[in-house]
Protein backbone atom coordinates (compact mmCIF):
# COMPACT_ATOMS: atom_id res chain seq x y z
CA UNK A 1 0.00 0.00 0.00
CA UNK A 2 1.80 3.08 -1.14
CA UNK A 3 1.84 6.27 0.88
CA UNK A 4 3.40 9.76 0.74
CA UNK A 5 5.42 9.93 4.05
CA UNK A 6 8.25 12.55 3.71
CA UNK A 7 9.38 15.15 1.11
CA UNK A 8 12.88 16.29 0.86
CA UNK A 9 12.89 19.15 -1.97
CA UNK A 10 15.29 22.18 -2.47
CA UNK A 11 13.30 24.92 -4.09
CA UNK A 12 14.41 27.99 -5.02
CA UNK A 13 14.98 30.65 -2.68
CA UNK A 14 14.32 27.84 0.00
CA UNK A 15 15.09 29.28 3.46
CA UNK A 16 14.15 26.97 5.68
CA UNK A 17 12.84 23.11 6.11
CA UNK A 18 10.29 21.75 9.00
CA UNK A 19 8.67 18.63 9.57
CA UNK A 20 5.94 18.49 11.48
CA UNK A 21 3.41 15.86 12.50
CA UNK A 22 1.87 15.42 8.81
CA UNK A 23 3.31 17.71 7.02
CA UNK A 24 6.59 18.72 5.47
CA UNK A 25 6.70 23.07 5.27
CA UNK A 26 9.17 24.64 3.03
CA UNK A 27 9.88 28.66 3.98
CA UNK A 28 10.65 30.48 0.50
CA UNK A 29 12.44 33.94 0.81
CA UNK A 30 11.32 34.58 4.42
CA UNK A 31 7.94 35.37 3.07
CA UNK A 32 6.36 32.16 1.66
CA UNK A 33 5.17 28.65 2.83
CA UNK A 34 5.13 25.67 1.11
CA UNK A 35 3.17 22.73 2.77
CA UNK A 36 3.32 19.93 1.66
CA UNK A 37 0.61 17.24 3.29
CA UNK A 38 1.90 13.74 3.45
CA UNK A 39 0.34 10.44 4.22
CA UNK A 40 1.39 10.59 8.05
CA UNK A 41 -0.95 10.35 10.72
CA UNK A 42 -0.77 11.36 14.17
CA UNK A 43 -2.68 11.04 17.47
CA UNK A 44 -2.00 11.61 21.10
CA UNK A 45 1.07 13.80 19.70
CA UNK A 46 2.60 10.47 18.17
CA UNK A 47 3.44 9.59 14.77
CA UNK A 48 2.22 6.43 13.70
CA UNK A 49 4.69 4.19 12.17
CA UNK A 50 2.88 3.68 8.69
CA UNK A 51 1.14 6.55 6.67
CA UNK A 52 -2.38 6.75 5.44
CA UNK A 53 -2.77 6.26 1.32
CA UNK A 54 -4.60 9.70 0.21
CA UNK A 55 -4.70 11.13 3.29
CA UNK A 56 -2.62 14.27 2.56
CA UNK A 57 -4.63 14.42 -0.79
CA UNK A 58 -7.99 14.15 1.06
CA UNK A 59 -6.41 17.29 4.12
CA UNK A 60 -4.99 19.21 1.77
CA UNK A 61 -7.94 19.66 -0.61
CA UNK A 62 -10.47 20.01 2.09
CA UNK A 63 -8.81 22.97 3.95
CA UNK A 64 -8.11 24.41 0.80
CA UNK A 65 -11.90 24.33 0.12
CA UNK A 66 -13.08 25.57 3.36
CA UNK A 67 -10.36 28.30 3.63
CA UNK A 68 -12.26 29.77 0.27
CA UNK A 69 -15.36 29.41 1.59
CA UNK A 70 -14.38 32.25 4.93
CA UNK A 71 -12.14 33.79 3.00
CA UNK A 72 -15.33 36.33 3.60
CA UNK A 73 -14.65 36.09 7.73
CA UNK A 74 -11.11 36.42 8.13
CA UNK A 75 -7.83 36.39 5.41
CA UNK A 76 -6.17 33.28 5.59
CA UNK A 77 -2.76 32.27 4.33
CA UNK A 78 -3.79 30.55 1.52
CA UNK A 79 -2.56 31.72 -2.36
CA UNK A 80 -2.79 28.93 -4.32
CA UNK A 81 -3.13 24.98 -4.06
CA UNK A 82 -0.55 23.82 -7.29
CA UNK A 83 -0.79 20.40 -6.71
CA UNK A 84 -3.37 17.57 -5.34
CA UNK A 85 -0.87 17.73 -1.96
CA UNK A 86 0.35 21.09 -1.68
CA UNK A 87 -0.60 24.43 -0.53
CA UNK A 88 1.28 27.73 -1.26
CA UNK A 89 1.05 30.70 0.82
CA UNK A 90 2.40 33.86 2.63
CA UNK A 91 4.30 33.23 5.68
CA UNK A 92 3.11 34.36 9.25
CA UNK A 93 4.17 34.44 12.70
CA UNK A 94 2.06 31.83 14.53
CA UNK A 95 0.46 32.86 17.77
CA UNK A 96 1.42 30.26 20.52
CA UNK A 97 -2.11 29.25 21.12
CA UNK A 98 -4.22 27.17 19.14
CA UNK A 99 -8.14 27.90 19.58
CA UNK A 100 -10.31 24.76 19.98
CA UNK A 101 -13.80 25.29 19.64
CA UNK A 102 -16.36 22.79 21.10
CA UNK A 103 -20.25 22.67 20.33
CA UNK A 104 -20.48 19.56 22.06
CA UNK A 105 -19.53 17.36 24.77
CA UNK A 106 -17.38 14.34 23.73
CA UNK A 107 -13.77 13.38 23.49
CA UNK A 108 -11.71 14.51 25.66
CA UNK A 109 -14.33 17.01 27.05
CA UNK A 110 -16.69 14.00 28.13
CA UNK A 111 -13.68 11.64 29.65
CA UNK A 112 -12.71 14.84 31.91
CA UNK A 113 -16.55 15.72 33.05
CA UNK A 114 -17.17 12.33 32.95
CA UNK A 115 -14.30 12.01 36.18
CA UNK A 116 -15.58 14.94 37.68
CA UNK A 117 -14.52 18.30 36.15
CA UNK A 118 -16.56 20.97 35.67
CA UNK A 119 -14.59 23.54 34.73
CA UNK A 120 -12.68 23.31 30.73
CA UNK A 121 -10.26 25.93 30.17
CA UNK A 122 -11.60 28.69 32.39
CA UNK A 123 -14.90 27.32 31.23
CA UNK A 124 -17.78 26.42 33.85
CA UNK A 125 -19.71 23.28 32.52
CA UNK A 126 -23.18 23.02 33.30
CA UNK A 127 -24.37 19.72 35.59
CA UNK A 128 -26.09 17.22 34.53
CA UNK A 129 -24.57 16.70 31.24
CA UNK A 130 -24.16 13.61 28.82
CA UNK A 131 -21.90 12.58 26.38
CA UNK A 132 -22.11 13.99 22.96
CA UNK A 133 -24.76 16.55 24.34
CA UNK A 134 -24.73 20.19 22.62
CA UNK A 135 -23.48 23.22 24.75
CA UNK A 136 -26.32 25.84 24.76
CA UNK A 137 -23.64 27.85 22.81
CA UNK A 138 -19.88 26.65 21.20
CA UNK A 139 -16.80 27.08 23.97
CA UNK A 140 -13.67 28.04 23.39
CA UNK A 141 -10.95 25.78 25.02
CA UNK A 142 -7.54 26.63 24.00
CA UNK A 143 -4.43 24.74 23.81
CA UNK A 144 -0.79 26.15 23.67
CA UNK A 145 1.08 24.90 20.81
CA UNK A 146 3.74 22.90 21.93
CA UNK A 147 7.12 22.06 20.10
CA UNK A 148 8.08 19.31 18.56
CA UNK A 149 8.27 16.19 20.70
CA UNK A 150 5.74 17.85 23.24
CA UNK A 151 2.10 18.02 24.40
CA UNK A 152 -0.26 20.66 23.43
CA UNK A 153 -1.72 21.57 26.89
CA UNK A 154 -4.95 23.20 27.87
CA UNK A 155 -4.85 26.73 28.94
CA UNK A 156 -7.71 28.96 30.03
CA UNK A 157 -8.40 32.58 28.08
CA UNK A 158 -7.37 34.29 31.38
CA UNK A 159 -3.73 32.92 31.54
CA UNK A 160 -3.35 33.54 27.97
CA UNK A 161 -4.04 37.53 28.88
CA UNK A 162 -1.88 37.13 32.53
CA UNK A 163 1.37 35.91 31.03
CA UNK A 164 0.24 38.06 27.50
CA UNK A 165 0.97 34.97 25.40
CA UNK A 166 -1.26 36.90 23.17
CA UNK A 167 -1.91 40.85 23.23
CA UNK A 168 -5.80 41.34 24.52
CA UNK A 169 -6.56 43.05 21.18
CA UNK A 170 -5.62 40.18 19.52
CA UNK A 171 -7.09 37.83 21.46
CA UNK A 172 -10.84 39.14 21.30
CA UNK A 173 -10.02 39.30 17.62
CA UNK A 174 -8.68 34.65 17.60
CA UNK A 175 -12.17 34.96 20.13
CA UNK A 176 -14.58 36.28 17.19
CA UNK A 177 -12.61 34.71 14.25
CA UNK A 178 -13.00 31.37 15.78
CA UNK A 179 -16.59 31.25 16.30
CA UNK A 180 -17.81 32.98 13.56
CA UNK A 181 -15.56 29.87 11.43
CA UNK A 182 -17.51 27.85 13.56
CA UNK A 183 -20.78 28.93 12.61
CA UNK A 184 -19.90 28.64 9.11
CA UNK A 185 -18.39 25.33 9.48
CA UNK A 186 -21.61 23.78 11.05
CA UNK A 187 -23.70 25.76 8.49
CA UNK A 188 -22.12 24.06 5.59
CA UNK A 189 -21.72 20.80 7.26
CA UNK A 190 -25.37 20.88 7.81
CA UNK A 191 -25.85 21.43 4.31
CA UNK A 192 -24.26 17.60 3.44
CA UNK A 193 -26.38 16.09 6.61
CA UNK A 194 -23.32 16.57 9.19
CA UNK A 195 -23.03 18.22 12.29
CA UNK A 196 -19.44 20.04 12.74
CA UNK A 197 -18.90 18.98 16.42
CA UNK A 198 -15.44 20.45 17.30
CA UNK A 199 -12.52 22.06 15.67
CA UNK A 200 -9.58 24.27 15.76
CA UNK A 201 -8.30 26.75 14.26
CA UNK A 202 -4.71 28.34 14.30
CA UNK A 203 -3.71 32.14 13.37
CA UNK A 204 -0.80 33.87 12.28
CA UNK A 205 -0.10 37.33 11.80
CA UNK A 206 1.19 39.51 8.78
CA UNK A 207 2.30 42.90 8.42
CA UNK A 208 0.14 43.45 11.96
CA UNK A 209 -3.06 41.99 10.51
CA UNK A 210 -4.68 38.45 12.00
CA UNK A 211 -4.54 35.53 9.08
CA UNK A 212 -5.92 32.50 9.18
CA UNK A 213 -3.25 29.67 8.92
CA UNK A 214 -2.49 26.07 8.31
CA UNK A 215 -5.95 23.68 7.57
CA UNK A 216 -9.64 24.02 8.72
CA UNK A 217 -12.56 21.72 8.89
CA UNK A 218 -10.62 18.16 7.84
CA UNK A 219 -11.15 15.18 9.83
CA UNK A 220 -7.53 16.17 11.34
CA UNK A 221 -8.83 18.79 12.94
CA UNK A 222 -12.01 18.27 13.24
CA UNK A 223 -15.09 16.12 14.26
CA UNK A 224 -18.65 15.44 12.89
CA UNK A 225 -21.38 13.46 13.38
CA UNK A 226 -24.05 12.29 11.00
CA UNK A 227 -27.56 14.50 11.51
CA UNK A 228 -29.17 11.78 10.95
CA UNK A 229 -29.73 9.42 13.95
CA UNK A 230 -27.75 11.77 16.16
CA UNK A 231 -31.13 12.15 18.36
CA UNK A 232 -32.12 8.95 19.05
CA UNK A 233 -28.58 7.25 19.13
CA UNK A 234 -28.46 10.08 22.23
CA UNK A 235 -31.55 9.14 23.30
CA UNK A 236 -30.62 5.68 24.02
CA UNK A 237 -26.74 6.49 25.44
CA UNK A 238 -25.25 4.87 21.99
CA UNK A 239 -22.04 6.42 20.40
CA UNK A 240 -22.55 8.84 17.50
CA UNK A 241 -22.20 7.64 13.84
CA UNK A 242 -19.14 10.36 13.38
CA UNK A 243 -16.36 11.26 11.12
CA UNK A 244 -13.28 12.22 12.41
CA UNK A 245 -9.95 11.32 13.58
CA UNK A 246 -11.81 9.65 17.12
CA UNK A 247 -12.01 5.90 16.08
CA UNK A 248 -7.94 5.93 15.68
CA UNK A 249 -7.89 7.51 19.15
CA UNK A 250 -10.14 4.95 20.26
CA UNK A 251 -7.86 1.95 18.53
CA UNK A 252 -4.94 3.06 20.17
CA UNK A 253 -6.68 3.47 23.53
CA UNK A 254 -8.09 0.00 23.20
CA UNK A 255 -4.45 -1.47 22.57
CA UNK A 256 -3.16 0.28 25.53
CA UNK A 257 -1.47 3.41 24.15
CA UNK A 258 -2.44 7.36 24.88
CA UNK A 259 1.19 8.40 24.60
CA UNK A 260 1.94 7.99 28.00
CA UNK A 261 5.86 7.38 28.49
CA UNK A 262 6.70 3.56 27.99
CA UNK A 263 3.57 3.08 25.87
CA UNK A 264 4.28 1.01 22.80
CA UNK A 265 2.47 1.84 19.57
CA UNK A 266 0.68 -1.11 18.32
CA UNK A 267 0.87 -2.90 14.94
CA UNK A 268 -0.57 -1.31 12.06
CA UNK A 269 -2.25 -4.04 9.93
CA UNK A 270 -2.75 -3.70 6.31
CA UNK A 271 -6.72 -4.07 7.27
CA UNK A 272 -6.50 -1.15 10.24
CA UNK A 273 -4.41 1.26 7.46
CA UNK A 274 -6.82 0.60 4.50
CA UNK A 275 -10.02 1.33 7.29
CA UNK A 276 -8.81 4.44 8.47
CA UNK A 277 -8.10 5.61 4.61
CA UNK A 278 -11.74 4.38 3.81
CA UNK A 279 -12.61 6.80 6.46
CA UNK A 280 -11.08 9.88 5.39
CA UNK A 281 -12.10 9.50 1.71
CA UNK A 282 -15.56 9.08 3.14
CA UNK A 283 -15.17 12.76 4.98
CA UNK A 284 -13.91 14.15 1.90
CA UNK A 285 -17.21 12.74 -0.12
CA UNK A 286 -19.46 13.76 2.51
CA UNK A 287 -18.74 17.05 3.30
CA UNK A 288 -18.39 18.04 -0.22
CA UNK A 289 -20.56 16.10 -1.96
CA UNK A 290 -17.73 14.99 -4.67
CA UNK A 291 -16.42 11.73 -5.47
CA UNK A 292 -12.74 11.49 -4.65
CA UNK A 293 -10.17 11.00 -7.30
CA UNK A 294 -6.82 10.09 -5.48
CA UNK A 295 -3.98 11.28 -7.28
CA UNK A 296 -1.57 8.55 -9.07
CA UNK A 297 1.09 7.10 -6.82
CA UNK A 298 4.05 6.48 -8.84
CA UNK A 299 7.92 6.86 -9.27
CA UNK A 300 7.05 10.34 -10.45
CA UNK A 301 5.46 12.09 -7.99
CA UNK A 302 8.03 13.72 -5.82
CA UNK A 303 9.18 14.67 -9.83
CA UNK A 304 5.39 15.90 -10.11
CA UNK A 305 5.22 17.87 -6.84
CA UNK A 306 8.38 19.87 -7.54
CA UNK A 307 7.54 20.91 -10.65
CA UNK A 308 3.89 22.07 -9.52
CA UNK A 309 5.54 23.69 -6.77
CA UNK A 310 8.35 25.65 -9.41
CA UNK A 311 6.17 27.05 -11.65
CA UNK A 312 4.06 28.41 -9.01
CA UNK A 313 6.75 30.03 -7.28
CA UNK A 314 8.11 30.96 -10.71
CA UNK A 315 4.77 33.00 -11.09
CA UNK A 316 4.76 34.44 -7.64
CA UNK A 317 8.30 36.26 -8.25
CA UNK A 318 7.38 37.62 -11.60
CA UNK A 319 3.95 39.24 -10.42
Known amino acids: MKSLTATEFFFPKQTAFYRGKVRDVYTIDGKYLVMVATDRISAFDAVLPKGIPFKGQVLNQLAAKFLDATGDICPSWKIASPDPVVTVGYRCEPFAVEMIVRGYLCGSAWRAYRSGARELCGVKLPEGMRENQKFPAPIITPTTKAGQGLHDENIARGEILARNIVSRRDYEQLEEYALALFRRGAALAAQRGLMLVDTKYEFGKRGGEVYLIDEIHTPDSSRYFYAEGYRERFEKGEPQKQLSKEFVREWLMENGFEGKA ?11 VESIGKRYVELF ?9 GAEYSDGIYERIEENVKNLLSRLRES
Do not use: A, N, Y
Open 262 to 272: GQRIPEMTDEI
Open 285 to 293: ESITGDKFC
